[in-house]
């Protein structure tokens, strides 16, 4: 009798995850529905496949939605994550199993309880980042406590970028993953984290000028701005005493300072709406930000505003995105300035059918063992095969197809809301990982943490 596993959602990161299970169908007794609003995304040979089933889903349909969840044996969410509440409410009331890639939110966290009573598994956080970012980092932090230990800074890196084959732009950079990420990123918040047993604090207009930098061997140099919240997984990692604890989003070197030039000029601002936004041309809209003057061009204006030269890389990587076309038009109406500014990237930085995409991932960890200071830094990157099989698809798919057969074969079985972080979780689907080409590469480094004579803080 084959096991029925529900997947909600078909979206761009599940390619992997559907061939997955379809490859293990017969070996595993596997049975797939998928789930979607939109069922023409979904390719032939997934549709054809003889144990899969298509249904149109809409999940706002209590009644479609309960009996897809209730002929299931796990139920898989890759819909957006503030959806997936209707999904675990179903979960708990028909005792099913849930997996996400998604943060876990404070509804579903309160969820614990009731899964714990009927034995379920709610495991969430188990794609890229958040995912294979918190089961490579315990692998490496409990492999050093094992030893005798202690944890002094850990700094962890993630970005989806362009694969140096595709790399064709002076930005070095398209999009990946969803824009309006990219254009808010930062937003809503100071970016907190420790370094040396120092509070530190980044406020948005600063944080894309004080970056880190690292260099990966056959990929070249790469540079790291501050996420919003790095002492978020404090706690949940067991670094409390740790005296540097920092997280960022990793981009190709001279990115941030080049996005600082759209945060100055006010164009990531998604607060307000500009009321005449649809049809105003790219030019128009670069003008906004501008003084008025009425001899000066608007690349004049903007010259001086930014102080760069016409000879300046900077220069260069502005015109690029035809900043000053007077053609073309934002089709948007009442668009806040990021969404104008989305749209203007979008015609530059989206991929081509035949370009691949990048994950990098950095880890630094150092730490004190019998009286010395050391640090292990690590690091993976995966290249996406095409257009639909990209390294986002397999890094966020994987992790969440893998779990999901260890829960069915009973090889995960603590119950609640959890992440992935104790070994019964971690320690199996890194293994697994690895056959498909998701490793770490580790190396030893001068431990560059604190030095007490010196007069850092």
């Not at 956080?125 to 230990?149: C, F, T, V, Y």
């Not at 053609?327 to 691949?356: C, F, G, R, Y």
């Amino acid at each position: 009798m084959s096991r029925k596993i529900l997947v909600i959602g078909a979206g761009k990161s599940t390619s992997y995850l559907l061939d997955y299970f379809l490859e293990k169908a017969d070996s595993e007794k596997l049975h797939l529905t998928i789930g979607d609003l939109n069922t023409k995304i979904i390719p032939d040979e997934i549709k054809n496949h003889p144990s899969c089933k298509v249904i149109k889903l809409d999940i706002f349909k209590d009644d479609e939605r309960e009996r897809a969840i209730k002929n299931s044996d796990i139920v898989i969410s890759m819909l957006p994550a503030r959806f997936h509440m209707k999904v675990a409410e179903d979960c708990i009331r028909f005792k099913k199993h849930l997996v996400t890639a998604s943060y876990v939110s404070k509804e579903i966290k309160a969820l614990d309880a009731e899964a714990k009573k009927n034995g379920l598994i709610f495991m969430n956080e188990i794609g890229l980042d958040p995912g294979i970012d918190h089961m490579s980092a315990m692998q490496l932090i409990n492999r050093i406590r094992d030893k005798g230990g202690k944890m002094l800074l850990f700094e962890s890196f993630t970005g989806g970028l362009v694969a140096p084959e595709s790399d064709n732009n002076l930005w070095n950079y398209k999009f990946t993953w969803n824009p309006r990420n990219v254009v808010i990123a930062g937003q809503g918040g100071t970016a907190k984290f420790i370094q040396e047993g120092t509070y530190k604090y980044i406020p948005y207009h600063k944080l894309f000028r004080r970056t880190e930098f690292m260099t990966i061997e056959g990929y070249g140099a790469f540079e790291a701005y501050a996420n919003r919240d790095s002492l978020n997984y404090r706690e949940v990692y067991g670094l409390e005493d740790a005296l540097t604890l920092y997280r960022g989003t990793m981009r190709r070197v001279g990115f941030s300072k080049a996005w600082n030039m759209f945060v100055q000029l006010g164009m990531t601002d998604d607060s307000y709406t500009i009321e005449n936004s649809e049809g105003m041309s790219y030019r128009e809209f670069t003008n906004l930000f501008l003084p008025y003057s009425p001899t000066d061009s608007v690349e004049l204006k903007l010259r001086h505003y930014l102080k760069i030269d016409q000879d300046d890389i900077m220069w260069g990587k502005l015109l690029e995105l035809n900043l000053f076309d007077s053609k073309k038009t934002i089709p948007i109406k009442n668009a806040s300035p990021a969404q104008m500014l989305q749209k203007v990237l979008e015609d530059s930085w989206t991929m081509a059918h035949d370009d691949k995409d990048m994950i990098v991932m950095y880890h630094k960890f150092g730490f004190e063992l019998n009286g010395k200071k050391q640090q292990l830094d690590a690091n993976m990157v995966v290249i996406g095969e095409n257009h639909t099989h990209t390294a986002m698809a397999k890094t966020v798919g994987l992790p969440v197809a893998i779990a999901t057969l260890l829960i069915l074969n009973k090889k995960i079985s603590t119950p609640g809301v959890q992440i992935p972080i104790s070994k019964e979780v971690y320690e199996p689907i890194l293994k697994e990982l690895a056959t498909y080409g998701v490793v770490f590469k580790e190396y030893y480094v001068p431990y560059l943490g604190y030095n007490p004579d010196s007069v850092a803080g």
